[in-house]
């Protein structure tokens, strides 16, 4: 597996022999529609990732005392899933035996799937939430059944329904809607996750475009009507404890090719948190 590096997250060790939870960017964002230019989402959030701190006052949690890894970025054709898919299972694979956690940024949220894939593998019996402003459950999407549009249909044929759950979401088509609320995905609340998930190994997929595009505008598919910053992160944080097994955070698309505008800042602050949430649920 061929790695790009370019800069690392905060104090992350770039030898991730050395990470308990390892970050690894995943820079493809092949079916985006409507805005594309998430593939230098991970470059852009390491960047930005220098302006926070490493403590969390919330979590009471330091980056600097944990064993945080980063890989760098995943080589990846610009198109062709099957070969994208392929390559995000098999660097994975490894970390997972190991008993690592990985946390994958992206890039779309295609990759998910892949990443859910090798977890699977790993955890038998994977739950997943998923965070997003959309749906992502189209059976199709412009004929084609690998897309960021159908995401979590293909996650729930690799699980089943009942093992995916969905919060944030305001956006789908009438038979996404129909599907969703028939299977019973949508969750309210952090104490409903953690009733239903009975201590199984959890999957957290968090789609940036829950946030209301006033807070995160750069982004693939901006949703009006979504979340402030400070409600996100108190629903995060309220999954403290949970055994978070695998994550990735997706769909942060900056503005160009750099640092991008100061969305940048707040996908770092979402990756911070969830790599604390992944460490705090370590066992
Ligand atoms: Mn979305
Ligand atoms: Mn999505």
Redesign the pocket.
Known sequence: MTWKRTATFLCADSSPENGDVVLMGVPFDGTSCFRPGSRFGPHSIRIWSDVLESFSPELDMDLEEIRLGDLGDLEVPVAGWDEVALRIRESMAPLLAEGKIPVVLGG??LI?LAAVGACLDRYPNLCVL?V???L?LRDEYESDRHT??T??RRVMDLLGSDRVFQWGVRSGTREEWKMARSVGTIIDTPSEIRDRLGGRPLYL?L?L?VLDPSILPETG?PEPGGLFFRELLNFLHALRGLPIVGADV??YSPAGPGMGGPSGAVAAKVVREVILLCEAGRT
């Open positions: 779309e949220h998910s998923h997003d402003a959309h992502d960021h549009a995401v979590m997929s789609d475009d598919a997706v769909e």
